[in-house]
């Protein structure tokens, strides 16, 4: 069965930068589909990061990281990666990613797949 694949958490410093990648296991499973972000923070609900059309044309993001992250896919690759700048504490969390039939669909959490997850810890 294809799977989601997040990689790149680590410990990072307030004010630095990570990239994480969200890879599909078998060829072709993102093509065509909405590609989604989310967190989970200790204690806390999961919450929508970032969302990206099936042909990287749209993308949209939470508040909370809007101007500090960056959501782009590589489709040839079938990977999605979320640049992350200008790290917060509050940006502490396990972060997924999901694939979604919509843009509008994955942006509430509809997603059809998820990965395990990449542990993102920021430091102050």
């Known amino acids: 069965q294809a799977q989601l694949v997040e990689s790149g958490g680590r410990l990072e410093q307030a004010g630095g930068s990570l990239r994480l990648s969200c890879a599909a296991s078998?060829?072709?499973?993102?093509?065509?589909?909405?590609m989604g972000w989310f967190r989970q923070a200790p204690e806390k609900e999961r919450e929508f990061v970032a969302a990206?059309?099936?042909?990287?044309?749209?993308?949209h993001y939470a508040d909370s990281v809007n101007g500090r992250f960056t959501i782009f896919r590589d489709n040839a690759k079938n990977t999605v990666y979320l640049q992350m700048n200008s790290l917060k504490p509050e940006d502490t969390a396990v972060y997924y990613c999901?694939?979604?039939?919509?843009?509008?669909?994955?942006?509430?959490?509809?997603?059809?797949?998820w990965g395990h997850g990449t542990q993102v810890t920021v430091s102050s």
């Open positions: 999901a694939r979604g039939v919509s843009l509008a669909g994955i942006k509430e959490g509809e997603g059809d797949y």
């Open positions: 078998d060829g072709n499973f993102i093509t065509g589909y909405a």
């Open positions: 990206i059309a099936w042909n990287g044309g749209l993308t």
